[in-house]
C-alpha cells in the first residue's frame, strides 16, 4: 500500500481565498482523522470519521472549517474563507479499529494563509 | 479527559550514547494503548513504538525500547546507540478507544556528532 496519500503538499494562498485539502487513507481503514500542526498548540484533532461517517468534529475551530469523506478512499478539508490563523500543517491519518489501532499520517500540507 | 503530558520541550545526546524521553498520561482507563511517534525535519510523522496497556513487557524496536510504569502512568522511551538520523521532535500519545488520539507536546531531540 502507498500509505496515506495527502494533496497538495504545500499551499499558499491569499486571505479570503477558499482552500481545500485532499487526502486518500490506507484501504481498509475503518477511521480518518484531520490534524493540525502549530507551534503554539501542537497536534490538534480537528474531525475523525469512522466508515465515512462523521464522530467527533468538536475541534474543528469555526463554521469556515468543514470536512466531507464521499467514500471510504477519499476526504476532503475546506476552509472557506482563509485566514492568516489557519496557517499550519494539515495532517490526515488513518487507522484500523480496537486492538490494532495505530495512527497511519500522510506527508501534511503546509498550508500559508498571507 | 486523558491528557499527555512531556516536560522536556528539548533534550540533546551525543552520538553513539543512550537518551531517555520521558512522557506521563493521565487516564481513569485500565485498557489502552501508548505510542512514541518521531517527526523528523522531513514533517512525516512516524510510529516508532507501541505499547498496549495489559502487556506488562516493555516493547521493544530494535534500538528503541520503552520503559512502562502503568501505576504510575508513566511511559518513557528509551533509544540506544543515538544516531544522527533520530534528531527528530518526539510525540508520546495515548489511545483509549482506538479511535481517540492524544498527542503530548513533543521534545525535540538533537543527536550531536
Known amino acids: 500500500d502507498a500509505g496515506v496519500i495527502q494533496s497538495p503538499r504545500h499551499e499558499v494562498t491569499e486571505m479570503g481565498q477558499e482552500v481545500t485539502l485532499r487526502c486518500k487513507p490506507i484501504s481498509g481503514h475503518d477511521y480518518l482523522f484531520w490534524y493540525r500542526q502549530t507551534m503554539m498548540r501542537g497536534l490538534e484533532l480537528l474531525i475523525y470519521?469512522?466508515?465515512?461517517?462523521?464522530?467527533?468534529d468538536s475541534g474543528m475551530p469555526e463554521d469556515r472549517f468543514s470536512a466531507k469523506m464521499p467514500n471510504a478512499s477519499f476526504s476532503t478539508l475546506k476552509i472557506q474563507p482563509s485566514e492568516p490563523r489557519d496557517s499550519a500543517v494539515y495532517f490526515c491519518a488513518s487507522s484500523l479499529p480496537g486492538p490494532q489501532a495505530r495512527l497511519f499520517f500522510g506527508s501534511g500540507t503546509q498550508l500559508s494563509v498571507l | 479527559a486523558q491528557t499527555v503530558t512531556q516536560s522536556q520541550p528539548e533534550m540533546s545526546v551525543q552520538e553513539a550514547e543512550t537518551v531517555t524521553l520521558s512522557c506521563t498520561y493521565d487516564t481513569s482507563e485500565n485498557n489502552y494503548y501508548l505510542f512514541w511517534y518521531k517527526q523528523p525535519p522531513s514533517r512525516q510523522m512516524i510510529l516508532v513504538i507501541r505499547?498496549?496497556?495489559?502487556?506488562?513487557q516493555n516493547a521493544t524496536e530494535n534500538r528503541f525500547s520503552v520503559n512502562f510504569q502503568k501505576a504510575a502512568k508513566s511511559f518513557s522511551l528509551k533509544i540506544s546507540d543515538s544516531q544522527l538520523g533520530d534528531t527528530a521532535m518526539y510525540f508520546c500519545a495515548f489511545d483509549r478507544t482506538g479511535n481517540q488520539f492524544y498527542f503530548g507536546t513533543g521534545t525535540s531531540l538533537t543527536v550531536i556528532p
Open positions: 470519521f469512522n466508515n465515512n461517517v462523521p464522530i467527533d
Open positions: 505499547q498496549e496497556a495489559y502487556k506488562q
